[in-house]
């Protein structure tokens, strides 16, 4: 039945070329089917694939959300589209499950869909309840059970592993930022800091008291979700950071170039979201690492261009080889977020 990706609308090539690496790399034999513009993507198996065959949460840049496809219900009557669901979950054998996620694309065509995902997902919770599946509160040790309206019609049915991480219905994080924070990338860190790493990662990652560069921090987004966070901050831009941050004395403004500024002392985290060529960004990044200038980044590498997913590889490849060289062992983890447009978001760390 394979694997059901969903992806920003215009990424399906480069979610289509990392599940497709995935499965070569795990030894499945398979293809990926992608329509550009339509946010999903479907990795058909040639031969039975183990039940084990899904990438874990973490494993893929490209993909929102995971599933492991166990029906697919390509012309479900709109009168009744629970009795045949409810018939394809029996025959797939479903005994237990942790949660429901009932979602669609992230597509225009798809995003109409949204009033019938949240009546449907109304009617079907009670209904997983009555045959004994799906208990009153979520478990996050078994496994999810998504409903992935494709049209009014067509619906996959899959099942994801939780594994640590939170699901989200489209694998899109719903979080709050406040109105006042500087820019509306503030919203790229948040999720960054949410997504990216587990609640005990942060917790011991990311602690009051501890100091952090932000390099193109303009107009101070970034330094603001790490100053709510009461992290102590030099915020490096040529451009002006919002007077209220400034005002919290938790953030220091420095007009320097970001390439070539360094830290007076070894800082906990250095965060960079400037504009410029992925390549020399990435070298740059590893610079900090193999000097020890810090111990945790996050970093945005910008993808205007067409081979993005060649690109990516070849920037984390060059990171990773930097850091090698000088014998830094550093460990990442990349993805596009929902707020990331052309671009991803990644995360390093060394142990050191
Ligand atoms: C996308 S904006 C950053 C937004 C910021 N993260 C926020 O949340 O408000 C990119 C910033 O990078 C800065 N920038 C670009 N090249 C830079 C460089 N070489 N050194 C320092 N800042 C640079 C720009 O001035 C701009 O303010």
Redesign the pocket.
Known sequence: MGILILCRPGFEPEAAAEIADWAARHELAGYPQATRGEGWVRFHFFDPAPDHALPGPRDLIFARQRVRVIADLPDLPREDRLAPMLAALREAGITRLGDLIVEHPDSDAARPLAGLARSFGNALRPALRREGWLAELSDPRLPCLHVCFLSGTHVLLGLSEPRGVRLWPQGIARLRVPKDA??R??A??EEALETLMSAEERARWLQPGMTAA???????????ILARRHVRVIA????PIQPALLDTGLVEHLR????T?QPPRPLDWMVC????QPRRVAARMADWFVHGWCRHAIFNLKLPMKKRWAEVQANLGDFHARCEAADIAVQTRARQLYHDREEITVLAWTGR
């Open positions: 500087p820019s990338s503030a790229k860190l932000d390099l193109g921090a303009a107009p101070g987004g970034w330094s603001f490096i831009d040529n451009g320097a170039d970001g390439f500024w979201d400037m504009v410029e």
